[in-house]
Structures are given as structure tokens and as C-alpha cells.
């Protein structure tokens, strides 16, 4: 069955330390979300892709938070320098083309982030 | 400004009863609903969806109700069963864009 794939599953990191998260959307999705997950909190849009291009990135805190789809494909969301508050699980999900009604976003195990 | 809200963190129910899971939202511009179920330590997974021009939409135990004119929806699972203890998080797209705007998750506890 096709999936989202993130890696890695869990990294715990020092604050003021750069890190990187990897996305590899299911086969055919243009569109890419990355959303952080606060303990206790719902899903936050970070940042959506369709195909290689950000269509919305207007929740990303862009001093230190970075994120790239260079082939319309995977995807890497990165932090430099990480602090304290980022600690969250980072979700992946993708959705197909033109999707919205009657489709959904395939979400991906999600990469726990601990910083210390 | 959460647009999409769950005011019972926790919900406890007895086997084999029904559980209903309730979310309210703010944006009339949001035409389409999803719940999602999440497992610890995973990401979440779709479970049902509807959009505004039903009331109601069933798949098997699981039922969502949508009151628009109230912008209040509702999962009910019936019967309830101790797999489906999870967090259930209820999630809106506006009627402009393909994002999905999330509750704060109600977590579901099913006891046997």
C-alpha cells in the first residue's frame, strides 16, 4: 500500500544545532504539506507545496526554518539553529492533484523532534 | 486564532456504547470536514469525511453529523470498541484553498 515516508522517526538534537527532516510524498501527489504537532495541540500548517512551488508558507518561521521541494517530489524541512520550543512531532502529508473534496491528505508516521 | 475547535480533551466510554466526538469551527468559508484517528507515536490517519451539502455521512460503525447553520459537527461511533481509543481530531478546508485546518484532538478512551 502506498505511503508517506519520513525520516528519521525520532531525533533528539541540542538547541543552537541545525536539523533536517525528510519527506518522500506517496507516488503522484502534487501537493505537500509539512504541519508540526505540539504535544497536547492539533496539526499547524507549516508550509504547503504544489508540485516544486510553495503556495503557502505564511506559518513558517522563516529566521530558522527552511523547507524545499526541489523536484516536486520528496522534500526536506530544515531548522538551524533548533530551540527548545521546537520540540514537536513534524507530520508529513500529501494529497493528489486538485484534491480537496471527497479526498483527503495521506499523513506520514511523523519524525518526533526532542531538543535538549 | 483557532478556527477549528474540540473542547473535550478526554472522552471515556464503556464498551459496546456509543462514543460521540464533538467539534465546532468558526470559518463559514470552510465547505469540506474530515476526522482523523491518531495513535501515539504516529501520524494521523483519515477516518471520515462530508462535505456541506450533507448532513450526514456513515461508513460502517462510524457516523458524522454536520449543523452547519450551528458550524458544529460530530462523530458518533457505535458500538464502541477498545481499538478505537486513540486521539480523533477533527480537521476543515476552506471552500478557497486545499489546507486542512486541524482541532486540538479529543482523546478517546474505550474500556473494555
Known amino acids: 500500500e502506498a505511503e508517506v515516508a519520513q525520516s528519521p522517526r525520532y531525533k533528539i538534537t541540542e538547541k543552537s544545532?541545525?536539523?533536517?527532516?525528510?519527506?518522500d510524498p506517496i507516488s503522484g501527489h502534487a501537493?505537500?504539506?509539512?504541519?508540526?504537532?505540539?504535544?497536547?495541540?492539533?496539526?499547524?500548517?507549516?508550509?504547503?507545496?504544489?508540485?516544486?512551488?510553495?503556495?503557502?508558507?505564511?506559518?513558517?518561521?522563516?529566521?530558522?526554518?527552511?523547507?524545499?521541494?526541489?523536484?516536486?517530489?520528496?522534500?526536506?524541512?530544515?531548522?538551524?539553529?533548533?530551540?527548545?520550543?521546537?520540540?514537536?512531532?513534524?507530520?508529513?502529508?500529501s494529497m493528489v492533484r486538485g484534491g480537496r473534496m471527497n479526498t483527503e491528505a495521506f499523513f506520514g508516521q511523523g519524525t518526533r523532534l526532542t531538543v535538549v | 486564532d483557532q478556527q477549528v475547535k474540540q473542547n473535550s480533551p478526554s472522552l471515556s466510554v464503556q464498551e459496546g456504547r456509543i462514543s460521540i466526538l464533538n467539534c465546532d469551527y468558526t470559518n463559514s468559508m470552510f465547505d469540506y470536514f474530515l476526522w482523523y484517528k491518531k495513535y501515539p507515536a504516529e501520524g494521523p490517519t483519515f477516518l471520515i469525511s462530508i462535505s456541506s451539502i450533507k448532513d450526514k455521512n456513515e461508513d460502517g460503525r462510524f457516523t458524522v453529523f454536520l449543523n452547519k447553520s450551528?458550524?458544529?459537527?460530530?462523530?458518533?461511533?457505535?458500538?464502541?470498541?477498545?481499538?478505537?481509543?486513540?486521539?480523533?481530531?477533527?480537521?476543515?478546508?476552506?471552500?478557497?484553498?486545499?489546507?486542512?485546518?486541524?482541532?486540538?484532538g479529543t482523546s478517546l478512551t474505550v474500556i473494555p
Open chain 1, 17 to 23: 544545532q541545525a536539523v533536517a527532516f525528510w519527506c
Open chain 1, 31 to 93: 501537493t505537500l504539506y509539512w504541519y508540526r504537532q505540539i504535544l497536547g495541540q492539533g496539526p499547524e500548517l507549516l508550509v504547503q507545496f504544489q508540485d516544486e512551488s510553495v503556495v503557502d508558507d505564511s506559518q513558517l518561521p522563516k529566521d530558522r526554518f527552511s523547507a524545499e521541494r526541489l523536484k516536486g517530489v520528496d522534500s526536506t524541512l530544515k531548522i538551524q539553529p533548533a530551540e527548545l520550543g521546537d520540540s514537536a512531532m513534524y507530520l508529513c502529508a
Open chain 2, 70 to 104: 450551528a458550524k458544529h459537527l460530530s462523530l458518533h461511533i457505535v458500538p464502541s470498541q477498545p481499538g478505537d481509543s486513540a486521539v480523533y481530531f477533527c480537521a476543515a478546508s476552506p471552500s478557497t484553498g486545499n489546507q486542512f485546518y486541524f482541532g486540538t
